[in-house]
């Protein structure tokens, strides 16, 4: 299985601020990667795929880079609706396997 | 509008079974690859399982074989999840989604399980 390692567990930030967080694949996962946005009480919600495609309705202040084992989710300027739990997702093999996510709150 | 609603979860003693129901609107259901993901309090998501538009290929995490079956009905445009020989580690959110290109799209709000005597 691949196992996905998101950096870091938590954060605070500002709104205005330009947030970034990584995730680490035990194995390459080509561009294989998906970012998800979730809110407590709120279904998940799709941000990112293929590493660095936007999905559709999903504000540019969101971006994604990386290819193979690293890879990064940037948030240019955090809003008060960015404060939330995000997670990467592999989808190169099964089983489909996730970071343990990383909370970002307001400082 | 497109939508994901589950219903079926409930409070069940270990060793026993839930059947896990999942309505889809406001896309061709028939055409999609569906999938069970689940939120255990406190943790992460966990992909838990996978099937085809026909239904004839179903994948599942190591976790649940022998015990989850996923089947779908497209004449009613609803997933479904059998959950038998339930464990306390099974206690979870179970949501439904649709799994695009390798991606999981559009998700349910879930529907809560838990596994306790």
């Known amino acids: 299985d691949i196992q996905m390692t998101q950096s870091p567990s938590s954060l605070s930030a500002s709104v205005g601020d330009r947030v970034t967080i990584t995730c680490r694949a035990s194995?390459?996962?080509?561009?294989?990667l998906n970012w998800y946005q979730r809110k407590p009480g709120k279904a998940p919600k799709l941000l990112i795929y293929?590493?660095?495609s936007l999905q559709s309705g999903v504000p540019s202040r969101f971006s994604g880079s990386g290819s193979g084992t690293d890879f990064t989710l940037t948030i240019s300027s955090l809003q008060p609706e960015d404060f939330a739990t995000y997670y990467c997702q592999q989808s190169y093999s099964i089983p489909w396997t996730f970071g343990q996510g990383t909370k970002v709150e307001i400082k | 509008e497109v939508q994901l609603v589950e219903s079926g979860g409930g409070l069940v003693q270990p060793g026993g079974s839930l059947r896990l129901s999942c309505a889809a609107s406001g896309f061709t259901f028939s055409s999609s690859w569906m999938g069970w993901v689940r939120q255990a309090p406190g943790k992460g998501l966990e992909w838990v399982a996978n099937i085809k538009q026909d239904g004839k290929e179903k994948y599942y995490v190591d976790s649940v074989k022998g015990r989850f079956t996923i089947s779908r009905d497209n004449a009613k445009s609803t997933l479904y999840l059998q959950v038998n020989s339930l464990r306390a580690e099974d206690t979870a959110v179970y949501y439904c989604?649709?799994?695009?290109?390798?991606?999981?799209?559009?998700w349910g709000q879930g529907t809560m399980v838990t596994v306790s005597s």
């Open positions: 293929g590493a660095s």
């Open positions: 194995q390459s996962t080509s561009s294989y």
């Open positions: 989604a649709r799994h695009g290109y390798f991606v999981f799209d559009i």
